[in-house]
């Protein structure tokens, strides 16, 4: 079969297909899928070899599998991603690998995940797949074999389904600092009077005048050779052993009200990313609703 009519030959019978042949769709997909993604007999042949003396950069991928049917009620999503996504955006920097979490279950609206199956695009032909993360690396290969490594090993210790393992315990201190940083920064300031702070005299250098003592109250005695400022506001006399007395805080405002202590025990707080949908743009991965505070106590 010629290559010029084989593609749009499998489009046709995919927009065709009624869509509950779930299985008949999933393979056109992956066909389709599979045929964008080479260049050709050539390149395959190419494939074959890895030339390590020029050097060149190559590109390898895994999908690795996240286990949510041996675990269902876990969010491996939420761990993943950590708050805000700041967990995966870390694991790819250590690994510099880039990461995606595709397949079925990636998106949080169940409605626009099963549309975006059935639009027959290529880009969103990994909703029929099983949930997974997209491992991909671009790199020479004795770097790119090592790069992968790492990221396989590193990825592993996000798919235990443990709740109070280290990387929880980090991500949930994070996720309490980020809200409480956001709590201190939507603060009210309380009003208070102003306080007038007398200006500090320079200190004496070449060329610098020395400036001259303050003025004394009414009814104090000036000393001699000194001059008096009219309109200038009176100094009281400190006497010697006497403490000075500490200043009041300033009263509550009345209605005012402590903001509450940040929560950091749910996962809904952590957001998905579009960063994360790799080549698939108009994904983006939001919170899911299950929290690990639920789970818990399941």
């Known amino acids: 079969m010629e290559e010029e009519k084989y593609l749009p030959e499998l489009m046709a019978e995919k927009d065709s297909l009624d869509p509950s042949f779930v299985h008949a769709s999933r393979l056109l997909a992956e066909e389709i899928e599979k045929f964008q993604g080479s260049d050709g007999k050539k390149e395959d042949e190419e494939k074959k070899y890895l030339d390590v003396i020029s050097n060149k950069n190559i590109k390898l ?5 996240i286990p949510v049917k041996q675990y269902p009620k876990f969010n491996f999503v939420g761990k993943l991603l ?11 920097e250590e690994t510099g690998a880039k990461m995606s979490i595709l397949g079925k279950g990636s998106m949080r609206d169940k409605a626009k995940e099963e549309e975006l199956r059935k639009s027959g695009e290529a880009k969103y032909a990994h909703l029929s797949d099983e949930l997974h993360v997209l ?4 790199a ?13 090993e590193e990825i592993k210790k996000f798919l235990v389904p443990d709740y109070n393992d280290e990387i929880r315990q980090e991500q949930l201190r994070e996720l309490s600092y980020l809200n409480g940083s956001e709590d201190s920064g939507r603060g009210r300031g309380i009003r208070g009077r102003g306080i007038r702070i007398a200006p500090t005299a320079p ?3 070449r060329g610098g005048a020395v400036p001259p003592p303050p003025p004394p109250g009414r009814g104090v005695l000036t000393p001699r050779g000194s001059t008096v400022t009219r ?3 009176p100094v009281p006399p400190v006497a010697r052993g006497v ?3 500490r200043a009041r805080g300033a009263p509550a405002v009345p209605g005012y009200r402590a ?17 994360y949908g790799g080549e698939y743009d108009d994904q983006t991965y939001e919170a899911y609703d299950n929290s690990y505070a639920t789970q818990t106590q399941r």
Do not use: W
């Open 259 to 275: 903001p509450p202590p940040p929560a950091h025990e749910a996962y809904e707080e952590y957001g998905y990313d579009d960063g």
């Open 243 to 245: 403490p000075t007395p």
């Open 61 to 65: 991928s895994e999908r690795v599998l």
């Open 135 to 138: 491992i991909e690396v671009f």
């Open 231 to 233: 309109g200038a506001l």
């Open 203 to 205: 200190s004496r250098g």
């Open 82 to 92: 950590g708050p805000r996504g700041n967990s995966l955006k870390r694991l790819q």
């Open 140 to 152: 020479p290969p004795g770097e790119a074999y090592s790069r992968m490594s790492h990221a396989l």
